[in-house]
C-alpha cells in the first residue's frame, strides 16, 4: 500500500509542540504537508520543531484550546494566509495522575478543566474550522484519543471519560460532517515520550511488559497511523484506530 502524498495540502494540529503532536507534525511534513501548529506554554519547543519541519509556510500560534474565540480567530488566520483547511488534528490534552479510589482528590476544578481541554476543546476547534474544512469536500478531523477511553485505566477518572466521551464524539461527528468532512479517533496506548520517560522505571517497564508486542508505543508510530488516516485509508470514517500494541488483550 503506498502512502501518497499530502503536497498542497493544510493540516492544524492543536497542542502540537507535545511529543506526539510533535510527531504527527513532522510526518504530516514529510508527506508535503503544510502544518499550522499550535501550542499551550512550550514556545521554545514549538519553535524549535517548526524550524526543523522539511518544507516551506509552516508557522505555529499559542493558544488555550478551551478558548472558543481564540479557535475562530486561528480559523479566520488560516483562511486569509492559505485559503484553506484540509486537516484538523486535535492533540491538545491535559491529564494528572489520581489513583482511582482517591475520589476526593479528583476535585472538580481538575474534572472541568480535563473535560474543557481534552473534549471541549476539541469539538469547539471543530466547530471553528467546519466551514473552511467543508470547502475542500474532502476533509479530515483526527482526534487523539487513548485506549484509556474503552479500558477505563489510565492517569485519573476523568482523564478516561473524557477520552470516551472524545470518541463517542468522534462517531457523532462523522456522521453528521459527512461526506465533506471524515472523522477518526486515533487511540495510542502507553507513548515513550518525554513525560513518560520522565515517570517511574520499573512502572514503565511493567506497562511494557503487559503489552503483547513487549514495548511502548513510539510517537513516530502514532504520527504515521494519523498519516495513514489522511493519505491510505480514505475510507474510514466515524471508527477508533488503536495504536496500543494489543494492550486491551492481556
Not at 129 to 153: C, E, H, K, Y
Not at 211 to 239: H, M
Amino acid at each position: 500500500m503506498q502512502i501518497q502524498s499530502m503536497q498542497g495540502k493544510v493540516a492544524v494540529i492543536t497542542g502540537g509542540s507535545g511529543g506526539i503532536g510533535s510527531a504527527i507534525a513532522a510526518e504530516l511534513a514529510h508527506a508535503g504537508a503544510t502544518v499550522v501548529v499550535t501550542y499551550r506554554n512550550a514556545q521554545e519547543a514549538a519553535e524549535r520543531l517548526v524550524a526543523q519541519l522539511p518544507g516551506d509556510g509552516h508557522w505555529l500560534q499559542q493558544l488555550d484550546v478551551d478558548d472558543s474565540a481564540a479557535l475562530s480567530k486561528l480559523a479566520a488566520e488560516v483562511k486569509d494566509q492559505h485559503g484553506r483547511c484540509d486537516m484538523l488534528v486535535n492533540c491538545a490534552g491535559i491529564t494528572r495522575f489520581v489513583a482511582h479510589a482517591e475520589l476526593d482528590t479528583l476535585d472538580d476544578e481538575l474534572i472541568d478543566r480535563i473535560f474543557r481541554v481534552n473534549w471541549r476543546g476539541a469539538f469547539a476547534a471543530v466547530r471553528a474550522f467546519r466551514p473552511l474544512l467543508a470547502q475542500t469536500g474532502d476533509a479530515l478531523v483526527v482526534n487523539i484519543s487513548s485506549i484509556a477511553g474503552a479500558t477505563a485505566m489510565g492517569s485519573n477518572i476523568a482523564y478516561c471519560a473524557s477520552k470516551a466521551a472524545l470518541d463517542s464524539m468522534t462517531k457523532s461527528l462523522a456522521r453528521a460532517l459527512a461526506p465533506a468532512i471524515r472523522v477518526v479517533s486515533v487511540s495510542p496506548g502507553l507513548v515513550d515520550t518525554e513525560f513518560v520517560r520522565g515517570l517511574d522505571q520499573k512502572w514503565r517497564d511493567e506497562q511494557a511488559s503487559r503489552t503483547p508486542l513487549g514495548r511502548l508505543a513510539t510517537p513516530q508510530e502514532v504520527g504515521a497511523a494519523v498519516l495513514a488516516v489522511a493519505t491510505a485509508l480514505k475510507y474510514s470514517n466515524g471508527c477508533i484506530i488503536p495504536v496500543d500494541g494489543g494492550r486491551p488483550l492481556t
